[in-house]
């Protein structure tokens, strides 16, 4: 009944990550209610209401647009990250910042895929709430170390991708250096606050690196692959008219593929560290 609970609550937590989805990038107030992103007609409360409404109408009644089915597939995806999460950590303080985090990542994954950029908007806000949540949560489990840990974690992070900013800024893009202070300082709070050591620190993050960089380069071939094959299901933004396919000249968002590792080695943070 308590992963029941949960899942309801992330589905509601996916529609709020679909507003910011379409908010953000343009600005847009997150205070104004909800309306056809085509014809702007204001939404009724039935029209909002996670995965049901684009089960009921997948197209506004108002213009007949259709409604895309990323919408739902975003919000059932976070309720599943919800659901994994309370299944991990059960019904704890440490419970608290996953969900920030998921709903942080989710978001940003969506816009770095349609927009090639991550937002400072959302980025800097998510950072902020997270660490919030983190100083609440190692007090509430009487582990106020744990908080230095997460600073750490952040700070390692960073610097390994500022440095790999340095070394090649068109393979790896200031947003996502940016992005990897929200990831470190949850791979180091997941360290922090379940194990002694800071060594515990040191590796969650080099292993949601590395996590990370298998998942973009495997994501990046897979679109690659589709675009080579007819199928553009992720905008190139740098392809030309009659630019020849090249399976390795194709730009892609490395964000998800950051954002992913660092999901996976927060759950199975206890295979990385050998518990």
């Given amino acids: 009944m308590n992963l029941v609970l949960v899942g309801l609550v992330g589905l509601v937590a996916g529609g709020f990550a679909t507003m910011l989805i379409d908010r953000i990038p343009?600005?847009?107030?997150?205070?104004?209610?909800?309306?056809?992103?085509?014809?702007?007609?204001?939404?009724?409360?039935?029209?909002v209401v996670p995965v049901l409404s684009w089960l009921r109408r997948r197209s506004c009644h108002h213009c007949?647009?259709?409604?895309?089915?990323?919408?739902?597939l975003v919000e059932l995806a976070t309720a599943g990250l919800f659901v994994a999460a309370a299944a991990r950590y059960g019904w704890?303080?440490?419970?608290?910042?996953?969900?920030?985090?998921?709903?942080?990542?989710?978001?940003?994954?969506?816009?770095?895929?349609?927009?090639?950029?991550?937002?400072?908007?959302?980025?800097?806000?998510?950072?902020?709430?997270?660490?919030?949540?983190?100083?609440v949560a190692a007090f509430g489990i009487d582990?106020?170390?744990?908080?230095?840990?997460?600073?750490?974690?952040?700070?390692?992070?960073?610097l390994m991708l500022f440095v790999a900013h340095l070394i090649s800024p068109r393979g790896m893009g200031f947003g996502d250096v940016k992005l990897a202070l929200l990831l470190g300082l949850h791979l180091g709070?997941?360290?922090?606050?379940?194990y002694v050591g800071w060594s515990s620190v040191f590796r969650l993050v080099v292993w949601g690196?590395?996590?990370?960089?298998?998942?973009?380069?495997?994501?990046?071939?897979?679109?690659?692959?589709?675009?080579?094959?007819?199928?553009?299901?992720?905008v190139d933004p740098e392809a030309r008219d009659g630019q020849p396919t090249r399976l390795l000249g194709h730009s892609f968002?490395?964000?998800?593929?950051?954002?992913?590792?660092?999901?996976?080695?927060?759950f199975f943070s206890d295979t990385v560290i050998g518990v």
């Fill in 26 to 47: 343009d600005k847009t107030p997150l205070s104004l209610r909800s309306r056809c992103p085509h014809c702007e007609h204001q939404l009724a409360v039935a029209d």
């Fill in 143 to 158: 582990r106020p170390g744990a908080i230095g840990r997460a600073g750490a974690g952040m700070a390692i992070y960073f």
């Fill in 209 to 234: 690196l590395l996590a990370g960089c298998l998942l973009g380069v495997v994501g990046g071939i897979s679109v690659a692959l589709c675009r080579r094959a007819g199928r553009n299901v992720v």
């Fill in 92 to 135: 704890e303080w440490e419970l608290l910042p996953p969900l920030v985090l998921i709903v942080a990542l989710v978001s940003l994954s969506m816009i770095d895929m349609y927009q090639y950029r991550l937002p400072d908007r959302l980025v800097f806000p998510s950072l902020g709430l997270s660490g919030l949540v983190i100083v």
């Fill in 253 to 266: 968002p490395f964000g998800p593929g950051l954002a992913a590792g660092t999901i996976v080695v927060v």
């Fill in 189 to 194: 709070w997941a360290a922090g606050s379940r």
């Fill in 64 to 72: 007949n647009a259709s409604v895309t089915v990323a919408y739902p």
